[in-house]
T-cell receptor, first 114, second 116 residues
């Protein structure tokens, strides 16, 4: 079975500073990895996905993530935080045999300070 | 593209009432739809996986007679919470996928269910 660990349930960054959200996965077969963002009282919006093509994936809103097999990581970054980045972020993993069923990490809440 | 519409966004009703939540994929045909429950400040908990024309597959611990799922077409799935009680109060979210593990799930905006 697959699993995802997001280190840090809360992250606080200053506006304009680097955003780094950590995600480590466990899977015995090649994974597909996703980052989603959730604003209060809303569903999840896809930020980006890794599906075995390029290891550096660029997503929406200036976010990107790098798949590192040796570290079993898929950390999410954004060079410069904006106030609108304050939200909950979820990393998720699936594999080919899982039938599109996602396993989510616990989430990281991002607070952006002015 | 890939828009999922979920209705209603909020429901407040009395204990014992049955509540139906609809999930529609507006601009694509969803091979599979998923239903999640999310408790405050927690991650999503998968309740069931639904494929068009077949019975839903429920996760362990989810009562299928309490949470009825119907997936009548490639664009519509419904979740009915039968005889709802206060402990069923939660945020319910649906998602839809084109199918294939490398395809992302697209999520609705969720339904806040409050049982009095």
């Amino acid at each position: 079975a697959q699993s995802v660990t997001q280190l840090g349930s809360h992250v606080s960054v200053s506006e304009g500073a680097l955003v780094l959200l950590r995600c480590n996965y466990s899977s015995s077969v090649p994974p597909y990895l996703f980052w989603y963002v959730q604003y209060p009282n809303q569903g999840l919006q896809l930020l980006l996905k890794y599906t075995s093509a390029a290891t550096l994936v660029k997503g929406i809103n200036g976010f990107e993530a790098e798949f590192k097999k040796s570290e079993t990581s898929f950390h999410l970054t954004k060079p410069s935080a904006h106030m609108s980045d304050a939200a909950e972020y979820f990393c998720a993993v699936t594999v080919k045999a899982a039938g599109n069923k996602l396993t989510f990490g616990g989430g990281t809440r991002v607070l952006v300070k002015p | 593209g890939a828009v999922v519409s979920q209705h209603p966004s909020r429901v407040i009703c009395k204990s014992g009432t049955s509540v139906k939540i609809e999930c529609r994929s507006l601009d694509f045909q969803a091979t599979t739809m998923f239903w999640y429950r999310q408790f405050p400040k927690q991650s999503l908990m998968l309740m069931a996986t639904s494929n068009e024309g077949s019975k839903a597959t429920y996760e362990q611990g989810v009562e299928k007679d309490k949470f009825l799922i119907n997936h009548a077409s490639l664009t519509l799935s419904t979740l009915t919470v039968t005889s709802a009680h206060p402990e069923d109060s939660s945020f319910y979210i649906c998602s839809a996928s084109l199918g294939g593990s490398n395809q992302p799930q697209h999520f609705g905006d969720g339904t806040r269910l409050s049982i009095l």
